[in-house]
């Protein structure tokens, strides 16, 4: 009953460093998303996919790639860490099927800290 | 413009009352879906009820229910006999098609405080 898995659950980077945000669903859902979440902001959409090889931007992509080549697994890569993606991040995932009205499944965060 | 609107940062009610978190939206879609989200203080995120834009009726999942006025672009969740393990976050959100995905956008949230 894993749903969706996310490595690791916490995380301390200097600035200028690289880490790979991993996620794996088991549910073998079409469409994949991470979202970051800051104080008094909710979840903002940072990558969406629809499916192995297609990703797309969300509302605050810099400073982050993904890519997507199965279907269980969207890894988030930050190439040069800044203070300002200190935040919890979030991958979740659902069926593309019925779209509007799929709810999201997320994995449990990861906490990362930029210093 | 604001797609989603929570408007109560912070919100107290005594344990066994009724409370409602305020929800508003923004979109000229036709179809989309509505969702609230609990967090509580350990950080997960935990789908609570759905509401679609053609739905006649509110939905209701046990203590929750979603009030959808859909001419005030209102989607307002309603815990009934409020207990303590309500003490958390809650998210409003929706979800519309955008391009070739349905993107899920949400609100600030509202803390909510149960008390004795």
């Known amino acids: 009953n894993a749903g969706v898995t996310q490595t690791p659950k916490f995380q301390v980077l200097k600035t200028g460093q690289s880490m790979t945000l991993q996620c794996a669903q088991d549910?073998?859902?079409?469409?994949m998303s991470w979202y970051r979440q800051d104080p008094g902001m909710g979840l903002r959409l940072i990558h969406y996919s629809v499916g192995a090889g297609i990703t797309d931007q969300g509302e605050v992509p810099n400073g982050y790639n993904v890519s997507r080549s199965t279907t269980e697994d969207f890894p988030l890569r930050l190439l040069s860490a800044a203070p300002s993606q200190t935040s919890v991040y979030f991958c979740?995932?659902?069926?593309?099927?019925?779209?509007?009205?799929?709810?999201?499944?997320f994995g449990n965060g990861t906490r990362l800290t930029v210093t | 413009a604001q797609k989603i609107t929570q408007t109560q940062p912070g919100m107290f009610v005594q344990e066994k009352e009724a409370v409602t978190l305020d929800c508003t939206y923004d979109?000229?879609?036709?179809?989309?879906?509505l969702f609230w989200y609990k967090q509580p203080s350990s950080g997960e995120m935990i789908f609570l009820i759905y509401q679609g834009s053609y739905d006649q009726q509110n939905a209701t999942e046990g203590r929750y229910s979603l009030n959808f006025q859909k001419a005030r672009k209102s989607a307002n969740l309603v815990i009934s006999a409020s207990q303590l393990g309500d003490s958390a976050m809650y998210f409003c959100a929706m979800r519309e098609t955008t391009g070739t995905a349905s993107k899920l956008t949400f609100g600030t949230g509202t803390r909510l405080q149960v008390t004795l």
């Open positions: 549910m073998n859902h079409e469409y």
């Open positions: 979740a995932s659902s069926s593309q099927w019925a779209a509007v009205h799929s709810p999201l499944h």
């Open positions: 979109t000229s879609d036709p179809s989309y879906g």
